[in-house]
């Protein structure tokens, strides 16, 4: 059984930061991908940045320049770092991981985490 549970969410004002975890464990070998998504109340659920295993990163043009994701494949953990944030980056965000689930490559899956409530106010 895998668990994907995202923390570090929470209240910030416009121009702040967050830093949002994603750890996995469970019966998972290794990591493959890290992605972080987001939806907005009436908004469909969106891309916001992707990191591969050879660290390769992808981000949504909204983000570019503010948030940076990373890894630690030791960990099993995803981050994604959020900087000047603004309202409109209010949106329940979650981790997706794929992973392998055992040494061989045919052996992998997608898991999502539950969700973290980010809220950008003054």
């Known amino acids: 059984q895998v668990q994907v549970v995202e923390s570090g969410g929470g209240l910030v004002q416009p121009g702040g930061s967050l830093r949002l975890s994603c750890a996995a464990s469970?019966?998972?070998?290794?990591?493959?991908?890290v992605g972080w998504y987001r939806q907005a109340p009436g908004h469909q659920r969106e891309l916001v940045a992707t990191?591969?295993?050879?660290?390769?990163?992808n981000y949504a043009d909204a983000v570019k320049g503010r948030f940076t994701i990373s890894r630690d494949n030791a960990k099993k953990t995803g981050y994604l770092q959020m900087n000047s944030l603004k309202p409109e980056d209010t949106a329940v965000y979650y981790c997706?991981?794929?992973?392998?689930?055992?040494?061989?490559?045919?052996?992998?899956?997608?898991?999502w985490g539950q969700g973290t409530q980010v809220t950008v106010a003054s």
């Open positions: 997706n991981v794929v992973a392998y689930t055992s040494r061989r490559v045919a052996d992998w899956d997608s898991y």
């Open positions: 469970g019966s998972i070998f290794s990591l493959v991908a």
């Open positions: 990191i591969n295993s050879g660290h390769s990163t």
